[in-house]
């Protein structure tokens, strides 16, 4: 086994340290065993040094540093640069591994030199238990929507040709950096397996704020529509019709909701759930 490790696992943690140590087993129990994590404390105010130093003193393979905060993409960039490792795995602190996650990625990656983001079935876990319904990739509908979560697995020379994470970005970092990746070519691999475990808290403060603040959203997709705005315009040439579409689909969209059917349905919900 070669003392270079072939994946990196970056775990950005910010006050998540309550979650932290049941990740950092599922990166323990990896069947693959050449890899370093790096955990990178995010300024966070509870115990997360003192959770991650154990992980450290246990195994040499975990390293830990401290950083002031300046949120997801900072911390990413920050850990990605600390390590030289061929694969890069960006790990949420809160989320967990299968065992054999690192088995697999890393021999499909060695066989097919020209797979530019890896990722798996994600089975979500907490207060939900359903798997995370994503997007089937085409670099179009990437320009649209995301298709891949931010946890995938991509090569470190990629992460540098095109600059790492934007660091502007409070939020779609993940989105707006497979977009830069994949613009210029190569695949994108989906394990057709749950190997991936994704938290799902009782509330999500990011997503609640898309829903109370309209700006905030719409301030990010102009950003990422801004920043690619050459491929955007090379991928849908005539806004004008892309436009007139949406608004046919708005036009259906209300309809149905004033539909009897669907208001019925939506009250039933709302019984059920109390």
């Known amino acids: 086994m070669s003392n270079m490790p072939l994946v990196a696992i970056i775990v ?11 990740s950092l087993r ?29 992980w450290v ?50 021999n499909i990656l060695e066989k097919n030199n020209n797979i530019e983001v890896l990722s798996s079935k994600v089975q979500f876990f907490g207060v939900k238990d ?13 320009l649209l929507k995301n298709c891949f979560i931010a946890c995938s697995i991509f090569k ?9 994470y934007d660091e502007n970005l409070k939020s779609f970092e993940d989105w707006d950096f497979w977009i ?7 695949e994108a691999h989906v394990i057709d397996e749950v190997l991936y475990y994704y938290r799902k808290h ?21 950003y990422v529509y801004k920043k690619h705005i050459d491929l955007y315009l090379n991928a849908f040439p005539n806004f004008i019709f892309v436009y007139k579409d949406y608004l046919k689909f708005k036009a259906f969209n209300e309809k149905v909701k004033r539909n009897i ?12 759930k109390k």
């Open 180 to 186: 830069s990746i994949l613009k210029y070519g190569g």
């Open 12 to 22: 950005p943690c910010y006050n998540q340290a309550s979650f932290l140590s049941e």
């Open 156 to 164: 470190r020379a990629s992460y540098i040709k095109v600059g790492g």
């Open 57 to 106: 003193q246990k195994d040499a393979r975990f390293k830990y540093v401290l950083k002031t905060n300046g949120g997801l993409s900072s911390a990413r960039n920050k850990g990605i640069g600390l390590s030289s490792a061929k694969y890069i795995f960006p790990f949420d602190a809160d989320d967990k591994l299968h065992e054999t996650y690192l088995e697999k990625a890393v």
């Open 130 to 142: 359903d798997i995370y319904q994503l997007p089937d990739y085409t670099f179009e509908t990437l």
């Open 202 to 222: 009782k509330a999500n403060s990011l997503s609640n704020r898309f829903y109370t603040d309209g700006e905030f959203y719409y301030s990010l997709y102009n």
């Open 26 to 54: 599922s990166v323990y129990n990896q069947t693959f065993k050449n890899w370093e994590c790096i955990i990178v404390n995010d300024g966070s105010l509870d115990n997360t040094e003192e959770t991650a130093s154990a």
């Open 261 to 272: 059917f669907f208001k019925t349905y939506n009250q039933l919900k709302k019984i059920l």
